[in-house]
């Protein structure tokens, strides 16, 4: 069956540390993955997409890396801040769809 | 831009009764919406897919006759919980894409929670 399993239910770092998230994908062969943020009660904010064919994006202080051959993406957050304290999303995307992790919720001490 | 309206943001009703709830593209023409459901600490669900002006397309376990999913403009599409229960108290989010995004990204709205006594 397919599955798709992010790394740790929650993380708590320091800030100014990096966090690394991690999202590990099983019986799926996705075009592209993409990264959301999502704040209590709110829905999920689009951050970074990265498509099979690419290893690695930057946006500012986000960096995704995307292996097809381990099936798994890295999601990081460099010189975190208590406002990056939110819940980060993996999805996976083919055709129109896109298939959501569980999330790992991130929390960033001053 | 791209921003993705849903109204109300939150709602509580009597078992047995209907639920309709509203989900806007706001500056951007959606030519395909989509209605998820989460539950706490879970992850996004997807319920259905709908297109402008065709029927929606709806997951294996989802009942179509229990969330109907009106898609009849551009902008707007509405899903309708009939005969609500206390389990079908979840948060609902919807998310909109445009003819030929670039990069297949979808802009969700700020979701509905629903509380079915």
């Known amino acids: 069956s397919q599955k798709i399993e992010q790394n740790s239910e929650a993380l708590n770092i320091q800030e100014g540390k990096t966090a690394t998230l991690t999202c590990n994908y099983t019986?799926?062969?996705?075009?592209?993955l993409q990264w959301y943020r999502q704040d209590p009660g709110r829905g999920p904010v689009f951050l970074l997409l990265?498509?099979?064919?690419?290893k690695e994006k930057r946006k500012e202080r986000l960096k995704v890396t995307f292996d097809t051959t381990l099936k798994q993406s890295l999601f990081h957050i460099t010189a975190s801040q208590p406002a990056d304290s939110a819940t980060y999303l993996c999805?996976?995307?083919?055709?129109?769809?896109?298939?959501f992790g569980a999330g790992t919720t991130v929390t960033v001490r001053a | 831009g791209a921003v993705v309206s849903q109204h109300p943001s939150w709602v509580i009703c009597k078992s047995g009764t209907s639920v309709k709830i509203e989900c806007r593209s706001l500056?951007?023409?959606?030519?395909?919406m989509f209605w998820y459901r989460q539950f706490p600490k879970q992850s996004l669900m997807l319920m259905a897919t709908?297109?402008?002006?065709?029927?929606?397309?709806?997951e294996q376990g989802v009942e179509k006759d229990k969330f109907l999913i009106n898609h009849a403009s551009l902008t707007l599409s509405t899903l309708t919980v009939t005969s609500a229960h206390p389990e079908d108290s979840s948060f609902y989010i919807c998310?909109?894409?445009?003819?030929?995004?670039?990069?297949?990204?979808?802009?969700f709205g700020p979701g509905t929670r629903l509380t079915v006594l």
């Open positions: 709908s297109n402008e002006g065709s029927k929606a397309t709806y």
């Open positions: 998310s909109a894409r445009g003819g030929t995004p670039e990069n297949g990204e979808q802009f």
């Open positions: 019986n799926y062969s996705p075009a592209y």
């Open positions: 990265i498509r099979e064919n690419e």
């Open positions: 500056d951007f023409q959606a030519t395909t």
């Open positions: 999805a996976l995307g083919g055709d129109y769809k896109l298939s």
